[in-house]
């Protein structure tokens, strides 16, 4: 069932199939805030957010289009060249989880889209006309899809690498119960200047109060599955979808030692790729790009 409902005062959508909750804000950045399995978070959100900060929020999925992360011009942050050498802002993480989306009504019964088109705004960041597109919808058996859909309307190809920010509820206090497998071809992290540095695979097991985990990339993954080793809770980030778009790196990430939740990030391209070429991609003129993931929730 799905429904308009008002959640911490503010418009929302409500999702719901009897075991499962999700709640997104088409008008905050297309942000899925909350899911729920049986009433236990698996993707959380703060009791007291702060909405006139939404960005800032700790909590649900933002959206990370057209770049995730930091971008670098000559050691300044936040700023971005284009093939003619032209110099813009940018700011972190892009500026999509600032956006008011609006909701297309498709008729499709437990799944919501969203959609952004270019604005004079946006063109001053990103000087491209685009229509993108988050679709969440809850399938049987507690899986949650999500894809982008992005869509070139200008007439030269669009350079974007899109991303995820999972807030998983994760209590600081049992990290070390749940361990995380990622395998990858290799791991990294961004340096001060914007460029990345490469380090060698050493395990594809963690545990989550490994603090090397912390804003680590791991490149070409092949899975991700969370694994509570007491209670058995366990979360399938299912990667490997026909037609999509492959998901170039996994990032993990928590904000402090005592934060009540733990970040796992597909993201298409690394951060500052529109200059290093790393999971950087082009969408031709007129075409839709699809990036899909499917979270399994089913033993949480």
């Given amino acids: ?73 000559d050691g300044q942050q936040d700023f971005w060249k284009d093939e003619n050498g032209v110099v813009r802002p940018m700011p972190m993480h892009g500026f999509a989880r600032d956006a008011k989306f609006t909701v297309i009504e498709d008729g499709i019964e437990n799944s919501l889209r969203m959609r ?82 490469r380090e060698t695979v050493a395990a594809e097991l963690f545990h989550l109060d490994d603090p090397a985990l912390v804003d680590r990339f791991q490149i070409e993954p092949r899975e991700a599955v969370l694994l509570h080793s007491k209670t058995q809770q366990r979360l399938i980030f299912d990667l490997q979808n026909p037609g999509s778009a492959p998901w170039y790196a996994v990032v993990t990430w928590t904000e402090k030692p005592d934060s009540d939740f733990y970040c796992i990030e597909p993201w298409l391209g690394l951060p500052n790729a529109i200059h290093h070429g790393e999971g950087l991609r082009h969408v031709a003129s007129g075409q839709t790009e699809v990036a899909a993931l499917v979270l399994d929730g089913g033993a949480w």
Wanted: proline share 10%; with cysteine.
């Fill in 116 to 197: 952004l088109n270019d604005s004079e705004a946006t063109r001053a960041l990103y000087p491209f006309a685009f229509q993108f597109d988050v679709v969440i919808t809850l399938q049987p058996q507690s899986r949650l899809e999500i894809r982008f859909e992005t869509t070139n309307r200008s007439e030269r190809p669009l350079p974007y690498y899109a991303g995820h920010h999972f807030y998983l509820a994760v209590p600081h206090g049992e990290r070390a119960d749940w361990t995380l497998r990622l395998p990858c071809a290799s791991w990294g992290r961004q340096s001060p200047d914007g460029s990345i540095q």
């Fill in 1 to 73: 069932m799905k429904s308009p409902i008002l959640f911490q005062n503010q418009p929302a959508i409500e999702i719901s199939d009897g075991e499962n909750r999700i709640v997104v804000c088409p008008e905050h950045g297309a942000r899925l805030l909350l899911w729920e399995r049986q009433g236990r978070a698996i993707i959380t959100w703060p009791k007291e957010a702060d909405w006139s900060r939404v960005p800032k929020v700790r909590g649900g999925d933002p959206v990370l289009f057209p770049f995730p992360a930091r971008h670098f011009v």
